[in-house]
């Protein structure tokens, strides 16, 4: 079975930088067929897609967050990780890591890291 | 606001059949797949649909999708009481795209 789990903190201070790490558990990270994904979901508000990578480093970023947003994998440990720099409150949000098929359908999701904002 | 538009609630009683509709235009869902998620509380959301109309393995046949023009439905036949939940559709335009969700309150 396909497991994805985040690690983070879980409290950012404003302009600080977030990292998340997602640990993949069940399934190769090299399949070319696969994107490995970051996605975010305010209280209360719906999903917003952050971005995702490949296995072979090829990245694609949401346009609102690209100038602050680097993603990065390491098959060897089966991770992969997401660097948001800047935060400010409006980047307060539950992450979620998720595995995106060929279609980039989310088949498997992570149970989510949830990240305050606050000095 | 998102890219596709969703109502944002729903409801049923046990038994019903009920619609969900996911409206977007002739640059995501038009020429696209549509998808559906569904997020019980407090949880992850989890793949419904995919391919307008596919079921990932393990989810009831009861849930069904559809794709005309610009918009894709979800229909759940049979509305049980654990079917109450967020119901998120989505696409892909060069990159993914959500629609605001739909909370489903079973009467």
């Known amino acids: 079975q396909v497991r994805l789990q985040e690690s983070g903190p879980g409290l950012v201070k404003p302009s600080q930088t977030l990292t998340l790490t997602c640990t993949v558990s069940g399934d190769s990270m090299t399949r070319d067929d696969t994107y490995w994904s970051w996605i975010r979901q305010h209280p209360e508000k719906g999903l917003e897609w952050i971005g995702y990578?490949?296995?072979?480093?090829?990245?694609s970023y949401s346009p609102s967050l690209k100038s602050r947003l680097f993603i990065s994998v390491d098959t060897s440990t089966k991770q992969f990780s997401l660097r948001l720099t800047s935060m400010t409150g409006a980047d307060a949000a539950v992450y979620f890591c998720?595995?995106?098929?060929?279609?980039?359908?989310?088949?498997?999701w992570g149970q989510g890291s949830l990240v305050a904002v606050t000095s | 606001q998102s890219v596709l538009t969703q109502p944002p609630s729903a409801s049923g009683t046990p038994g019903q059949n009920i619609t969900i509709s996911c409206s977007g235009s002739n640059s995501n869902i038009g020429p696209n797949y549509a998808y559906w998620y569904q997020q019980l509380p407090g949880t992850a959301p989890k793949l419904l649909i995919y391919?307008?109309?596919q079921r990932p393995s393990g989810v009831p046949d009861r849930f069904s999708g559809s794709k005309s023009g610009n918009t894709a439905s979800l229909t759940i036949s049979g509305l049980q009481a654990e079917d109450e939940a967020d119901y998120y559709c989505s696409s892909y335009v060069g990159s993914p795209v959500f629609g605001g969700g739909t909370k489903l309150t079973v009467l």
């Open positions: 990578i490949h296995h072979s480093g090829r990245v």
């Open positions: 998720a595995r995106a098929g060929s279609d980039r359908q989310f088949d498997f």
């Open positions: 391919r307008n109309n």
